[in-house]
């Protein structure tokens, strides 16, 4: 498998995943900050506000959910929304690798009443799939209609629904005057098996006054701090902390693979109607070029191929 950090791939050190208990191991709870790498994919891509809200904190919720994952397995979050942002993707896996696009960086909706992003009428309407490679062949999917496309909420229904675990889900972009990200990251509170009503009750009345997950952020604090605000009289213990980077798989050798699937006939169209082909990463935004010869060489190795079948 190539690694992923060997190409396209940007680390910082205030990126990362802190990963506890509380209450005598009757809480699971993860927090992220993923300010760097949200500005690295907005960079990219260009994005405005509204789609750099809604992939941080679709990013911020994936870099939770893969640091649950154990060595090699991955997930991969889509939002598909009937929204002018089109479709939301966010892929990550147990090792901090993270990446994500969204379908139309530039949609614009106006504010809300408040003011602020309206990040629920830029997705709109449509379903929340989560997909787990868990390397045993068929990957495992799950979904929820989005109950409010403001992701946070969209994501506990998620885990209510699907998973049925009750969990908390707090997930915030700051996006500054030039947009630029000033803080992204979340929070995500789960009751073990075995936890007690009471403790349900203790933390629907904590989290009524938690702020802003990116005004944490944006104020200094770390994923532990987070935590520590929004339970610290639960007594927090920090278990894991999983280093985040933003990371694309894609390369020239995959942009063949993609080319051969087209078969001979297509390539020889694009011959002729373009004299090469240009692939771009969804992703990163990557470009690979493939001249002529290039083309003409794939279609022979097309060719090799079916002779030796």
Same mark, same amino acid.
């Given at each position: 498998?190539?690694?992923?950090r060997? +190409?396209?791939?940007?680390?910082?050190?205030?990126?990362?995943?802190?990963?506890?208990t509380?209450?005598?191991?009757? *809480?699971?709870?993860?927090?992220?900050?993923?300010?760097?790498?949200?500005e690295?994919?907005?960079?990219?891509?260009?994005?405005?506000p509204?789609?750099?809200?809604?992939?941080?904190?679709?990013?911020?919720?994936?870099?939770?959910? @893969?640091a649950?994952?154990?060595?090699? $397995?991955? %997930?991969t979050?889509?939002?598909?929304?009937d929204?002018?942002? @089109?479709? *939301?993707?966010?892929?990550?896996?147990?090792?901090?690798?993270?990446?994500?696009?969204v379908?139309?960086?530039?949609?614009?909706?106006?504010?809300?009443?408040?003011?602020?992003?309206? *990040?629920?009428?830029? %997705?709109?309407?449509?379903h929340?799939?989560?997909?787990?490679d868990?390397?045993?062949?068929? #990957?495992?999917?799950g979904?929820? #209609?989005?109950?409010? @496309?403001?992701?946070?909420?969209?994501?506990?229904?998620?885990?209510?629904?699907?998973?049925?675990?009750?969990?908390?889900?707090?997930?915030?972009?700051? %996006? $500054?005057?030039?947009?630029?990200?000033?803080?992204? @990251?979340?929070?995500i509170?789960?009751l073990?098996?075995g936890?007690? !009503?009471?403790?349900?009750?203790?933390?629907?009345?904590?989290?009524?006054?938690?702020?802003?997950?990116?005004?944490?952020? $944006?104020?200094?604090?770390?994923?532990?701090?987070?935590?520590?605000?929004? *339970?610290?009289?639960? !007594?927090?213990?920090?278990?894991?902390?999983? /280093?985040?980077?933003f990371?694309?798989?894609?390369?020239?050798?995959?942009?063949?693979?993609?080319?051969?699937a087209?078969? /001979?006939?297509?390539?020889?169209?694009l011959?002729?109607?373009?004299?090469?082909?240009?692939?771009t990463?969804?992703?990163?935004?990557?470009?690979?070029?493939?001249?002529?010869? $290039?083309? !003409?060489?794939?279609?022979?190795?097309?060719?090799?191929? +079916?002779?030796?079948?």
């Amino acid at each position: 498998m190539e690694n992923p950090r060997a +190409k396209n791939s940007t680390e910082t050190n205030t990126d990362y995943v802190a990963q506890g208990t509380a209450a005598n191991g009757q *809480i699971r709870a993860l927090a992220v900050v993923n300010t760097g790498i949200v500005e690295e994919v907005r960079r990219r891509h260009q994005m405005l506000p509204w789609a750099s809200a809604a992939l941080g904190r679709t990013m911020a919720a994936t870099a939770m959910l @893969g640091a649950m994952l154990k060595d090699k $397995d991955r %997930v991969t979050v889509q939002i598909v929304g009937d929204g002018p942002l @089109g479709q *939301i993707v966010a892929d990550g896996d147990a090792h901090g690798n993270l990446r994500g696009y969204v379908s139309n960086p530039h949609a614009q909706v106006p504010n809300n009443s408040q003011g602020k992003l309206n *990040i629920r009428e830029a %997705v709109g309407e449509g379903h929340l799939w989560v997909i787990r490679d868990l390397g045993l062949g068929e #990957p495992y999917s799950g979904s929820v #209609p989005l109950v409010s @496309g403001e992701i946070a909420e969209d994501f506990a229904s998620y885990f209510a629904r699907s998973e049925q675990t009750p969990s908390v889900v707090a997930l915030g972009v700051l %996006v $500054d005057r030039d947009y630029s990200i000033r803080a992204a @990251g979340g929070l995500i509170l789960q009751l073990l098996p075995g936890a007690s !009503e009471g403790i349900a009750i203790i933390l629907e009345h904590m989290l009524k006054d938690l702020p802003p997950i990116s005004g944490i952020i $944006d104020g200094g604090g770390t994923p532990e701090d987070i935590i520590q605000e929004a *339970i610290g009289d639960l !007594e927090p213990k920090f278990l894991h902390r999983l /280093p985040l980077r933003f990371a694309c798989t894609c390369s020239r050798k995959r942009g063949e693979a993609t080319l051969i699937a087209l078969g /001979p006939k297509e390539l020889e169209e694009l011959i002729l109607e373009q004299g090469m082909a240009e692939l771009t990463c969804h992703f990163c935004q990557e470009q690979y070029v493939y001249t002529k010869e $290039d083309l !003409e060489s794939l279609i022979d190795q097309i060719a090799v191929e +079916k002779a030796t079948d």
